[in-house]
Structures are given as structure tokens and as C-alpha cells.
């Protein structure tokens, strides 16, 4: 069973709308990580959030973690063409961050 | 800073045949990561290594499957008597010591016929 799992497979809107993906995990963990993976290319990292924070951003990108309801949320803001990607949650249940699991992924389109 | 290079991008081979897949992580990297991807089973740690020793290889099927990192500056993944199941996008991913990031490179798409 998925360690970590986003909670829609896909989803599409419009250039400069708002989108928030979910994530749900199954585990005790020291900290969640959102990537984004482009057709043709490897998952690139977005933002890591520690078990002790609640919200953390990076530029048009906020995640939240609430670790009482074992789940996450990735928004971005005034989406563009080039955030069309999947993007995955994935944690790491030994705290080390050498063995991810990641969810299944939500794909995101942007543009058409 | 080129990036984790994985070479080749694709490569088909026929069923029973050996695969060698190439990784370059980034140089100054201690820690060097094997996944794979398919479209059912999603992304799969297989194994990985820090200062070029092997640390945990659980995920790797125990038949057909090994990895090496002969050097600091590649490793390779070796697939023995390939199988159509075998079929994904191979991704190696590079880290610094705290591997709180790692950066994947573009992976090489295995095809077995």
C-alpha cells in the first residue's frame, strides 16, 4: 500500500487560476516533500516541509501539513503554462530521506 | 552545474538480453539514488549508495538486478536477462550528504521486447 498518495489523479485551469493539490500519508514523519515532474524529465523538487511547520512557501508555491489528519496541500498561485507537470508527495518513514516513497502523482494542466 | 546525466535516454532490448544503464551524479555529491517508473506501480526506490558504498539496495528485485559505483563520479545499474516486466524509466538521483534534496536526472526508458 501507498506510504503517501495524492488525492485526485488529475486536474485542469485555466492560465492564472489558483490550484491545490492534496496529499494524504500513512506514517509518522519527520517531513513531507512536494516534487514536480515534466514530460521528459526527472521529478524536481519543490518545497520540503518539516513535521514542526505548518506552512511553508516558495514563491507562487505554499504547502501546508497537518499532521493530526496525516495530510498535506500544495497551492500554486496564478498558474502558468509551464506548472502543467505532475506533482507528487512523497515521505520518508526512517526520517533519513534516503528512501523516498511517493505518491501516485496529480497531473496538472495548465494550458491546453 | 550540468545535472545528474543518465545515458543512454532510451534503450530497447530483447527479451533475455542485459541492460547496463549509466548515472553521472553532480559532482560533490556523497549520495547516489536508483528509481524506477511505470505508469502501474508509480516511482519505486530500488537502491542506493553514499561515498560510493552500498547502504540499501531493498528495493532491487534479488534476481537480475545490480548496481555498482565503481567511482564517485558514475554508477551504473545492471538488468540480467531482461524481462518485458523490467520496462520503465529508470531515474537516478544525486544528493549532498543530508539527501533532504535529490536531483533526479532525466532517467533512461527501458524497453524489453
Known amino acids: 500500500s501507498q506510504l503517501a498518495e495524492e488525492n485526485l489523479w488529475a486536474l485542469s485551469v485555466h492560465e492564472g487560476e489558483s490550484v491545490t493539490v492534496n496529499c494524504s500519508y500513512k506514517?509518522?514523519?519527520?517531513?513531507l516533500q512536494w516534487y514536480r515532474q515534466k514530460s521528459g524529465e526527472g521529478p524536481a523538487q519543490l518545497i520540503l516541509i518539516r513535521s514542526n511547520e505548518r506552512e511553508k512557501r516558495n514563491g507562487r508555491l505554499r504547502a501546508t501539513l497537518d499532521t493530526s489528519s496525516q495530510s498535506s496541500s500544495l497551492s500554486i498561485t496564478a498558474t502558468r503554462c509551464e506548472d502543467t507537470a505532475v506533482y507528487f508527495c512523497a515521505t520518508d518513514a526512517s526520517g533519513s530521506f534516503n528512501k523516498l516513497t511517493f505518491g501516485a502523482g496529480t497531473r496538472l494542466a495548465v494550458c491546453p | 552545474n550540468a545535472g545528474v546525466i543518465q545515458t543512454p535516454r532510451h534503450k530497447v532490448t530483447g527479451k533475455g538480453q542485459e541492460a547496463t544503464l549509466w548515472c553521472e551524479p553532480i559532482s560533490g555529491h556523497s549520495a547516489v539514488f536508483w528509481y524506477r517508473q511505470t505508469i502501474v506501480q508509480g516511482l519505486e526506490f530500488l537502491t542506493y549508495?553514499?561515498?560510493?558504498?552500498?547502504?540499501?539496495d531493498s528495493g532491487m528485485p534479488k534476481e537480475r538486478f545490480s548496481a555498482q559505483m565503481p567511482n564517485q563520479s558514475h554508477s551504473t545499474l545492471k538488468i540480467q536477462s531482461t524481462q518485458p516486466q523490467d520496462s520503465a524509466v529508470y531515474l537516478c538521483a544525486s544528493s549532498l550528504d543530508s539527501a533532504e534534496t535529490l536531483y533526479f536526472g532525466s532517467g533512461t526508458r527501458l524497453t524489453v521486447l
Open positions: 506514517t509518522s514523519i519527520t517531513a
Open positions: 549508495f553514499r561515498n560510493q558504498a552500498p547502504i540499501d
